[in-house]
C-alpha cells in the first residue's frame, strides 16, 4: 500500500476541479446540529471529523429505494431490468462506514451476485478520513475493532496539520492522487504512528468499555441465548426499527411490485427493511414468526455478533453508535447488551 504526504490545499483544489468539471462529490455536511452526506458545492462546505452521519455511507451502494426493473403487459409481457449507476466521489467517510461497506461487499458479491450493487459499486470512489477523536458519545469504533478501516477504500486521509497522510487502497486511488504530493518518508510514517498511538490512548480512555473480549462474543451469545435481557429490553421496544434503518450493515430489504392505474406497466422495487420490524416475518397466511419485540431483538443481536462474525469472521457491528443514538427507549445498544449478558452470566 503506497502511503503519500499532501499539502491540504492541493488536494483540496483537486476535489473543487471534480466540482467544477461537473463531477458528484458527496461529504458529510452540517445540518443544524446533525451531519449528513450531501452532494458538494465547494470543499469548503464539508464538515471535518463532526459527528457521524444520520444514514450511513451504505445509501450510495445500497439506497433505501431502488427500481429494479420496469414491466409491460399486453399481448406480450416486456420486462427491462435497471440498473442505475454513476461515477460518485464519496470524501470524509469515516472508519466505520468504510468497515461497513467492506462488509456488504462480502454480503452482495457471495454467490448471487447483486448486479445492481455490484455496478454501483464499481462507480463509486470512497476516500476516508481518519477520527482522531470520537465523533459521539454513543461510539465505540475501538471496541470493535473498527477505528481504522481494513480495506473496501480507494484513499485515506490522516490530517497531519498543514498535509493529509494518504494512504491508497486502490489503483483509482493512485490515480486520483498521482502528481499532487510526494512519497512519505520513514519520519512521516513515524509521526503517524504517534498521532495513532495518541489516538487509541484517548479512545480507550472516552469511550464506554466492551467488558467481554471482541472474539468471544458469539460465544458469549449462544449460551445465553434464553437470558432475561432479551423479555426485560423487549418489552420497552417501540418495534419502530429506527435501529436498522441507520445501521450502516442491515442489508435486509423487502421487494415490491408497484402497478400503474393502467393495468399494463409497473416496476418493480426494493425497500429497506429490518428484522425489528413488525412485518418482517409476516408471512402470506398472516402469522408473524418474530412477533414478540424480545425475540426481534435478541436475532438483531445475534446476526451482528454471532451468525455473521462467525461466517466472516468479523463483527457486522462497527460501532459507529447510530443505532443507540435513534433507538428511543435505548435498549438496543449492542455494546450496552453484551456488558449486562456478560455481568449476568458472570454473576450465575
Given at each position: ?283 402470506a397466511t398472516g402469522e408473524i414468526f418474530r412477533e414478540d419485540r424480545g425475540a426481534r ?52
Open positions: 500500500m503506497e502511503k503519500y504526504l499532501v499539502a491540504k490545499t492541493s488536494f483540496l483544489k483537486r476535489i473543487d476541479q471534480e466540482i467544477r468539471e461537473g463531477n458528484e462529490v458527496v461529504a458529510p455536511v452540517r445540518q443544524e446540529n446533525q451531519a449528513n452526506f450531501r452532494r458538494l458545492k465547494s470543499t469548503e462546505e464539508i464538515l471535518w471529523g463532526g459527528p457521524q452521519t444520520v444514514i450511513s455511507a451504505k445509501s450510495f451502494v445500497f439506497p433505501q429505494k431502488e427500481e429494479l426493473l420496469r414491466y409491460e403487459m399486453n399481448d406480450e409481457i416486456k420486462v427491462q431490468p435497471k440498473v442505475e449507476a454513476r461515477p460518485l466521489i464519496l470524501l470524509g467517510v469515516h472508519p466505520c462506514d468504510i468497515n461497513g461497506i467492506s462488509l456488504l461487499d462480502k454480503v452482495f458479491t457471495e454467490k448471487n451476485l447483486d448486479e445492481n450493487y455490484i455496478k454501483k459499486r464499481e462507480n463509486l470512489t470512497i476516500i476516508g478520513v481518519e477520527c482522531l477523536e470520537p465523533c459521539s458519545p454513543e461510539s465505540f469504533c475501538y471496541r470493535k475493532g473498527s477505528v481504522v478501516p481494513s480495506d473496501g477504500f480507494d484513499l485515506f486521509l490522516t490530517d497531519m496539520g498543514r498535509n493529509f497522510f494518504v494512504e491508497v487502497g486502490s489503483s483509482r486511488g493512485e490515480s486520483f492522487i498521482s502528481g499532487l504530493g510526494k512519497k512519505a518518508t520513514q519520519a512521516d510514517l513515524e509521526k503517524v504512528k504517534k498521532i495513532r498511538r495518541e489516538r487509541d490512548a484517548l479512545f480507550d480512555r472516552e469511550q464506554r468499555k466492551l467488558k467481554p473480549k471482541l472474539s468471544e462474543l458469539p460465544l458469549l451469545l449462544k449460551e445465553n441465548y434464553d437470558s432475561a435481557v432479551w423479555a426485560e429490553r423487549g418489552v420497552r421496544c417501540f418495534g419502530c426499527g429506527s435501529c436498522n434503518m441507520v445501521c450502516p450493515t442491515c442489508y435486509c430489504f423487502d421487494v415490491r411490485d408497484c402497478v400503474e392505474l393502467d393495468l399494463r406497466h409497473g416496476s418493480r422495487l426494493r425497500w429497506w427493511d429490518g428484522c425489528m420490524l413488525t412485518d418482517f416475518t409476516r408471512v431483538l435478541r436475532h438483531r443481536t445475534y446476526r451482528k455478533d454471532c451468525y455473521l462474525f462467525e461466517k466472516w469472521g468479523r463483527s457486522f457491528c462497527t460501532g459507529c453508535g447510530r443505532c443507540g443514538k435513534a433507538c428511543l427507549t435505548k435498549i438496543v445498544d449492542p455494546l450496552d447488551i453484551a456488558n449486562e449478558i456478560y455481568e449476568r452470566s458472570r454473576s450465575r
